[in-house]
């Protein structure tokens, strides 16, 4: 490149300049540049003066660009569509003198030069000899200053240097080979890197350029085939804009034949795009790479169409995985570049430039590369935790685009499983959710599965045309029934701890110890719990106890429970690991002494799992007994302030009549935990959501519904849907990630749904058969009518007892009855009915519109008002109530509440 004057040796007649309402030869554009620098240094622009650019596209905005490179100003990039209050605030953040704007701003803080004046005099001005030279604007250190998106937090001030962004410019050429024949056409603002540096790149390669209405593709297309368009740039969203105005307008398409080069960046690529753009045109999208910081890192060109390509000549790229090493090919990791196009460093509060820390740059992208070398880039490195698994959303999006579909995934922090992952599909069609989540499951393994699917018709975008984040974040809020209730948002700040609650607070670290090691070390948890729970049973498993042991601090600073001296623990047959943090893990820390007795059914995985997480913990305080049922209870029961109990409440009233009154007992049962389907109910909804309740860990879980109530309006379609996609589930062993159920574990389950089966059979509508052998319970939806009389019983297994209800009345007898005011816990409603939610939040947790997992949350009380399904007794009373242990210690034993007022 010939940088005196920025431009090869060309004709300048030839190459062009074309807008709308005008053709200039390069050599007329040339021309009006200089006059328009003579009419700048009139006003008093001097060489270094920091000066704002702020118009929308034009021939004027590019003759006003070369006019100030020409100067050697140092020229701040701003978006013109900013408001005037945000230019002002990026003019001082500079110390611009000056502005070259349309419109005018307000205040004459700084030196306002109006875009169209200065054209209009510079064309009543003489010509001025000479050629425009570039030599002084690339020797400049702040020759460029622009602004980072600010897409996850405040815009920062980018500076770089003329000789790294020319530099880049000139490599670029190289990579995509531009010619004298070429017209370029980008249909992107140049107010921002790729469009900037798409002006520049004109000029150094002296082609032709035509400045398009890129907000008016019809009139863009229409000027790509009047003038010949041989290259168009422009993000990802313009161009599934433009396969919509080519569907709808074939008769464009004729003027696009000349297109050589179709050239993607702003954004990652989705793959449903590059598909259906290859259908349409016969032509791929070549994707590039780059940022503001560093200007184009990698670019596929025609003769490498690979992803983003290889990285420009000159730049190092590397990939690292997340245990700071090279990654291998495929593998994801992020990108860190060192590049001689790299900035300068940061805009600094006082307008100086705070320099980079080193020459390498961390993007905050991810991405991977093949094995030869090619870049594929994935999006920005926001990663969240989920069953054990670290995931990046934009990875995941990336995946699920395979069905043909953009896609955006939103991660909403859940307190339980940490996180729920919700996948926004961009469908014009709106097909409905349940279709695309098919597909979407049928790609990715469970633990990469959306909690939700959330269809729109298109993407909210921001002012760059990107998709915007935050407006996407807030549609999934409003859209998705409960939402707001059931999540916390990332951005929310951590509550800092308070050890002064704790009266152990050197065991925190043992919890800590515990939390890394599910972290880090999931498969060793998952070979042990995977002997009675199915895989995906056990990966949720495992993300609640992670969640558990992360709020048990701030949860015993919020309730203050007294020292316990010991505590005794009849531990559960199922969810063994969430057992353990909640019953021993957390209580230790306010607790001396506890000791436990696995129950006979899991006797041995029990052991596996202490014996699995003691050597971390080194927590002596715990203790697991193998004594008798009788001898547990004769000494350490005896010996206990309190007792956890979870079992059947006939032997929780066993126990308790043993009991002193100073002891507390802890009573964890089930619940019948109904799952209504009131009128105007999301069916999509409500099927997905009875799916997951019911099928978690085969039917195998105390939170499995005993019944679905339906209302007749929405029961053909409710068991419709259900009916079919029960019958989808997929079969497997515990250990198979893919399987959506397995066989039993517990021979009681067994024997009871095969009972149960049989003397129902003629209300089985889908499944109903039984494997002995194998232990197979096949996935069976019963449909019945309501009757008083009806049985409803806990069958442990993957049973689905739909009753349908004829009106309100029906609905407010089944929710009196005796049986389901004596078990309750919690209710699942769908739908709008408020006399059923009020009638309902009377004896139970109430879960609206979503499932008893998104409001469980092992810190705080849990349950419902029925005394078959959890209470607290004490002094020779019982207390129906929701049960969290630390709270129960501080409210009902003396010495909790001793402890509460010495603290008060």
């Not at 990939?319 to 990108?335: F, Q, S």
């Not at 005993?706 to 029961?715: H, K, L, P, R, S």
């Not at 009855?817 to 309902?840: F, H, W």
Request: proline share 6%.
């Amino acid at each position: 490149m010939d940088v005196g004057s920025g431009r090869a040796a060309v004709d300048p007649v030839a190459a062009k300049l074309v807008t709308a309402d005008s053709v200039r030869s390069v050599g007329e554009v040339e021309q009006d540049a200089l006059r328009v620098a003579a009419v700048l240094r009139s006003r008093g622009v001097a060489p270094g003066d920091r000066v704002v650019l702020k118009a929308d596209n034009s021939a004027g905005y590019v003759t006003a660009l070369l006019a100030l490179v020409h100067l050697d100003v140092s020229i701040v990039l701003v978006d013109h569509r900013q408001t005037p209050e945000e230019t002002l605030r990026f003019a001082g953040l500079a110390r611009a003198r000056w502005a070259v704007l349309q419109p005018a701003l307000p205040t004459a803080e700084v030196g306002t030069l109006l875009l169209d004046e200065l054209i209009a005099e510079a064309a009543n001005g003489q010509d001025v000899l000479g050629s425009l030279s570039f030599v002084d604007w690339f020797s400049r250190s702040d020759a460029l200053i622009a602004w980072s998106s600010g897409t996850t937090g405040e815009p920062k001030g980018i500076v770089r240097s003329g000789r790294s962004f020319l530099g880049n410019i000139e490599r670029t050429q190289q990579r995509m080979n531009y010619t004298e024949a070429d017209v370029l056409m980008p249909l992107l603002p140049f107010s921002h890197q790729y469009g900037l540096s798409l002006v520049l790149l004109w000029w150094v390669a002296r082609c032709s350029f035509v400045v398009a209405p890129y907000t008016r593709l019809d009139h863009a297309v229409d000027m790509a085939g009047r003038y010949g368009v041989s290259v168009v740039d422009a993000t990802p969203a313009t161009y599934h804009t433009m396969l919509n105005l080519l569907r709808r307008r074939p008769e464009f398409a004729t003027g696009l034949r000349g297109v050589r080069m179709w050239c993607v960046g702003g954004a990652p690529l989705d793959r449903a795009l590059a598909d259906k753009f290859i259908a349409a045109t016969g032509q791929p999208l070549l994707d590039g790479y780059g940022s503001t910081e560093l200007g184009n890192i990698a670019l596929a060109a025609p003769d490498n169409p690979v992803g983003c390509g290889k990285p420009l000549d000159g730049v190092d790229l590397q990939i690292i995985n997340d245990n700071g090493v090279t990654a291998a090919p495929g593998e994801i990791g992020e990108i860190l570049v060192r590049s001689s196009g790299l900035m300068q460093g940061y805009l600094a509060a006082d307008g100086s430039v705070t320099p980079r820390e080193n020459d390498t740059y961390r993007t905050n992208d991810i991405g991977y590369r093949d094995a030869e070398g090619n870049l594929y880039v994935v999006g920005r490195k926001f990663a969240v935790h989920r069953m054990g698994h670290t995931l990046y959303p934009e990875a995941l999006a990336r995946k699920a685009e395979v069905v043909g579909a953009p896609i955006k995934v939103v991660a909403l922090d859940d307190p339980r499983r940490g996180s729920q992952l919700v996948f926004v599909v961009a469908d014009p069609e709106l097909r409905e959710a349940r279709h695309w989540r098919e597909l979407i499951c049928a790609e990715l393994p469970p633990f990469e599965q959306p909690n939700q699917v959330l269809v729109l018709p298109e993407f909210p975008l921001n002012a760059n045309g990107k998709p915007d984040p935050r407006q996407l974040e807030q549609l999934v809020l409003e859209a998705l029934p409960g939402a707001k209730d059931r999540v916390t948002r990332t951005t929310e700040p951590e509550p800092v701890p308070d050890l002064s609650a704790l009266h152990y607070p050197e065991r925190v670290q043992a919890l800590t110890a515990v939390l890394d090691f599910l972290r880090t070390n999931p498969q060793q948890v998952i070979d042990v719990l995977t002997e009675i729970s199915n895989h995906k049973a056990v990966l949720e498993e495992i993300e609640a106890t992670i969640s558990a042991l992360e709020g048990a601090v701030e949860e015993v600073s919020t309730y203050r429970p007294g020292q316990v001296d010991k505590m005794a623990v009849f531990m559960s047959s199922n969810v063994l690991l969430y057992s353990y943090a909640l019953y021993m893990l957390i209580p230790s820390l306010y607790t001396d002494e506890i000791i436990f007795r696995p129950s006979s059914q899991v006797a041995g995985t029990t052991k596996r799992v202490h014996e699995l997480l003691a050597p971390v913990h080194n927590l002596e305080s715990i203790e697991l007994t193998t004594l008798s049922q009788r001898q547990f209870v004769e000494v350490p029961v005896a010996e206990a302030d309190v007792l956890v109990f979870t079992g059947a409440y006939q032997n929780a009233e066993l126990v308790r009549s043993e009991l002193r009154d100073d002891q507390m007992l802890l009573f964890f049962g089930q619940g019948v935990n109904p799952f209504i389907v009131a009128p105007g109910a999301d069916i999509d909804l409500a099927v997905t959501d009875a799916l997951r309740i019911r099928m978690v860990n085969s039917g195998q879980d105390c939170f499995g519904p005993d019944v679905f109530m339906v209302n007749a309006a929405e029961a053909e379609r409710f068991t419709d849907q259900l009916v079919k996609r029960v019958a989808d589930l997929r079969y497997g062993s515990y250990t198979d990630p893919e399987a959506d159920y397995s066989s039993l574990c517990y021979d009681t389950a067994l024997e009871a749904a095969a009972d149960y089966l049989r003397t129902n059979r003629e209300h089985i509508v889908q499944g109903g058969r039984v494997d002995f052998r194998s232990r197979h319970v096949e996935p069976t939806v019963l449909v019945r009518r309501y009757n008083k009389k009806m049985p409803i019983e806990e069958t442990f297994s993957p049973i689905f007892n739909v009753v349908v209800y004829e009106n309100a009345q029906q609905l407010k007898s089944f929710i009196n009855s005796p049986l389901v005011n004596e078990r309750a816990m919690a209710a699942m409603i769908y739908g709008e009915d408020q006399a059923a939610t009020e009638l309902l939040a009377k004896r139970h947790a109430v879960c609206a519109n979503m499932t008893i997992f998104e409001v469980e949350n092992g810190n705080k009380p849990f349950g419902g008002h029925g005394v078959a399904a959890n209470y607290v007794a004490y002094q020779g009373e019982r207390h129906a109530e929701p049960i969290l242990i630390s709270k129960a210690v501080a409210e009902h034993l003396p010495a909790a509440k001793q402890s509460r007022m010495a603290n008060a």
